[in-house]
C-alpha cells in the first residue's frame, strides 16, 4: 500500500504522463498521416480488438475508452513510481536526477507495456507508430513523471 503522504505525487505523476503521453500520441498520429485522435483511440483494443488501433476519427465508444484507459495506465505507473520515490535517498535529489530516474523508470514501464504482457493488454499504439514516435510518447510520459516530481513538496519524497 501506498503511504498516504505520496497520493498526492502518485496522483500528479499519473496526471502529467497521461496528459504529456496523451499529448505526444496525438502529434505522432498526425505526422504519420493518421487521424490526430488514431493513438488515442488504440488502447480501447483490449476490449474492441484490433480494429482498435486503426480508428481514425472520434467515435465515443473507441476515443472514451482509449482515453480511460490511457490515463488509467498513467495512473496505475504513477502509484509506482511514487512508491519508488519513497526511498530517503530520494528526498534530496536535484533535477537532473530526479529526470534521470524518471527516464529509468519509464524504460521499465515500457518493456513491461510492449514487452512483459500479452499483447491484448500491449497499450494498442505501438502497432501503428514508428519506434521513433514510440520513444517520443515515452519520452513525454518520463517527462510527466519527472515534472510531478520535481513540483512536489519534499515531504512527499521523504521517508
Known sequence: MIPSRLIPLALSAGWWSGLLS???????????????????N???HWFFGESAAHQ???????????????QASSF???????????RPAARDQG???ITAEAALFTLCAAGVDLVL????????????????????????FALGLAVAALRAPRTDTQA
Open 22 to 40: 496523451a499529448a505526444s500520441l496525438v502529434m505522432a498520429s498526425r505526422s504519420r498521416g493518421d487521424g490526430p485522435l488514431t493513438g488515442i
Open 42 to 44: 488504440a488502447p480501447s
Open 56 to 70: 481514425q476519427r472520434f467515435s465515443l465508444r473507441h476515443t472514451l475508452l482509449g482515453a480511460l484507459t490511457h
Open 76 to 86: 496505475f505507473w504513477g502509484v509506482l513510481y511514487a512508491a519508488s520515490r519513497a
Open 95 to 97: 533535477g537532473l536526477r
Open 117 to 140: 504482457v500479452p499483447k491484448r493488454l500491449t497499450p494498442g499504439f505501438e502497432r501503428r507508430l514508428s519506434s521513433r514516435a514510440l520513444t517520443g510518447v515515452y519520452a513525454a
